[in-house]
């Protein structure tokens, strides 16, 4: 294993006025931003390297604030992350943060965002989420979800649900959150999807496994991209392929 190479997109989708998603790869973050052309970034197999999603609570205000301020804390402390203890730290940081943020600002009242995401060390992967981003693990047996959704059972003849239980912020008073948080070991040909739930809401899970089985990083980006706009892009669309080279 020699490297690890990150493609990557974020999009308002056809129904949002703007983008609220941010993501964070290593040192380089994407807030707010509006393409749907894919970006791939590679770095050096073995150093800490933290790749991860936040979704700003739409509904509510300033979920872009959110989302942009706890990509921003990942970026600067990730390289330093090195066990689950520690991203479970990191995670409480973050939520602790945008509380913070809201202080004497009432325009920011009750803002917050989900966060999913991997962080890949030299011996293992370490995914992690709060609320109901996503991360999945692309095998050649299949596409399986290895994040755990914080959010209700859907209801009877729905695919999906938009109430989340669980978020970094999004209340007056502050609450504190329990981190999903599990190792898996790491090995070449590794592929791992994170996304919002921007992706995942329109475009069901069959369909993005047949998409990534037939495409590479770069073209499955952008043909992910394109299906949830074909389902009618009716939220932000943020994604990040991530893949381990040998």
Not at 39 to 56: I, S
Not at 71 to 83: A, E, H, K, N
Request: some cysteine; proline content about 7%; aromatic content about 4%.
């Amino acid at each position: 294993m020699a490297y690890i190479a990150v493609t990557a997109l974020s999009h308002v989708g056809l129904v949002r006025e703007h983008n609220e998603d941010s993501l964070v790869i290593g040192p380089w973050t994407l807030c707010g931003t509006v393409t749907q052309n894919p970006q791939t970034l590679v770095f050096p197999f073995g150093r800490p390297l933290v790749v991860a999603v936040a979704d700003g609570l739409g509904g509510q205000p300033a979920g872009e604030v959110a989302s942009e301020l706890v990509v921003r804390q990942l970026s600067s402390i990730g390289s330093t992350l090195d066990s689950p203890e520690a991203v479970g730290d990191a995670l409480d940081m973050c939520n602790r943060a945008v509380y913070s943020a809201t202080e004497g600002r009432p325009e920011l009242a009750t803002m917050g965002t989900t966060v999913a995401g991997a962080l890949v060390l030299a011996d293992s992967l370490l995914m992690f989420n709060v609320g109901d981003s996503k991360v999945f693990h692309a095998r050649q047996d299949g596409l399986r979800q290895v994040s755990v959704d914080d959010s209700p059972p859907p209801a009877p003849g729905h695919r999906t649900t938009s109430a989340v239980t669980q978020v970094l912020g999004g209340t007056r008073g502050y609450n504190g959150i329990t981190p999903h948080i599990e190792a898996f070991p790491v090995s070449e040909g590794d592929r791992y999807l994170v996304c919002s739930d921007g992706l995942t809401d329109p475009v069901p899970t069959e369909e993005i496994e047949g998409l990534l089985r037939v495409h590479d990083d770069g073209r499955a980006a952008f043909e992910l991209w394109r299906a949830a706009i074909d389902a009618g892009g009716p939220d932000n669309i943020t994604l990040a392929l991530l893949r381990i080279g040998g």
